[in-house]
C-alpha cells in the first residue's frame, strides 16, 4: 500500500501545477506529480549539478557583437537573397 504524504507548495508552483493540469488533462495534483516524477526524475538526478568535462573551452572563439555589449549591424533587406543556410 502506497504512502499518502502531504506536500505543501509555494503559491507560483501551485498556480503552475494549475496550469499543467489544464494543459494534459490529469485529474490530481498528485496524479500531476507522479507524471513528473516517473517522466523526469531520473534525468533531474542525472542533471542537477552537472560539472563541465575539466579542459572544456567554455569560451566562444570569436566574440560575438552581442557579447561584447554592442548592437550587431541593422542593414538587412528582406529583398535580398538568403546565403549560407
Known sequence: MAISPRVQLRDAALEQGERLLDVTKL???????????????????ATWEVQPTPGAN????????LS????????????EPLTGL
Open 27 to 45: 485529474g490530481s495534483l498528485t496524479e500531476l506529480i507522479s507524471v513528473m516524477f516517473s517522466r523526469y526524475g531520473r534525468h533531474l538526478e
Open 68 to 79: 561584447m555589449g554592442q548592437e550587431p549591424a541593422q542593414n538587412f533587406q528582406f529583398n
Open 58 to 65: 567554455l569560451v566562444p572563439a570569436e566574440p560575438s557583437p
